[in-house]
Each structure stands twice: as structure tokens, then as C-alpha cells.
Nanobody
Framework: QVQLVESGGGLVQAGGSLRLSCTVTGGTFSGYVLGWFRRAPGKEREFVAAIPWIGSIRYYAESVKGRFTISRDNAKKTMYLEMNSLKPDDTAAYYC????????????????WGQGTQVTVSS
């Protein structure tokens, strides 16, 4: 069974940094894309960043470009999201997902999800 577990969330002051991790167990992902989404209070889940399991092309939402960096360690089956210059608007539950086909940017396209990790940015 494919499972994804996020970690690394917490409380941070505006301008600070956090690194989220998403560890994947079960399955093989050579043909897949890994992505980060977030759900802010009162809003729907939205795309943050994505990276293929094989390859290094990275995709980012406009709102996080220049501040967030997505990466992965295939040996550890772990994906990371380095978040810098955090803003209160970044406050959300962050989820990692696996995409087999479809739009990288669509929450409906992802096949598997983790349970989420909370990021709270104080002003």
C-alpha cells in the first residue's frame, strides 16, 4: 500500500523558514510526479510545487516562486519543501501527493495524499 507521511510543520515568525518532508512507502514511482499542496483556513486546497520522481524540472505556484524550493532524495523516498521568507498568508495545512497522470496543478489529478502537516506563520 502506498503511504505518504508529511512532517516538519510548526509555528514560525514571518520571515522565518521551515523545511517540510514527505516520506513515501510502498510502490515504485519512476513514472510519477510528487507535489505539494496546501489548504489555508477557509480556502480550498491549492497547488504549491511539484517535481517528477525522475528528473529535476520544478514547478511552483506564483505565490511561492523565489521563496520555496522543492527537492527529493530518491534513496530515502523523501520529498522536501524548503520554505523561506514565510508570510502569514502561507499559514495552511500542507499536503504531499503523488500524480500518475493529469494536470500537475489540479488537486483532482493526484492519486495519493498524506495526512498533512500544519504550518502557522505569525506576524
Amino acid at each position: 500500500q502506498v503511504q505518504l507521511v508529511e512532517s516538519g510543520g510548526g509555528l514560525v515568525q514571518a520571515g522565518g523558514s521551515l523545511r517540510l518532508s514527505c516520506t513515501v512507502t510502498g510502490g515504485t514511482f519512476s513514472g510519477y510526479v510528487l507535489g505539494w499542496f496546501r489548504r489555508a483556513p477557509g480556502k480550498e486546497r491549492e497547488f504549491v510545487a511539484a517535481i517528477p520522481w525522475i528528473g529535476s524540472i520544478r514547478y511552483y505556484a506564483e505565490s511561492v516562486k523565489g521563496r520555496f524550493t522543492i527537492s527529493r532524495d530518491n534513496a530515502k523516498k523523501t520529498m522536501y519543501l524548503e520554505m523561506n521568507s514565510l508570510k502569514p498568508d502561507d499559514t495552511a495545512a500542507y499536503y504531499c501527493g503523488i500524480l500518475g497522470s493529469g494536470s500537475l496543478y489540479s488537486v483532482r489529478s493526484y492519486d495519493y495524499w498524506g495526512q498533512g502537516t500544519q504550518v502557522t506563520v505569525s506576524s
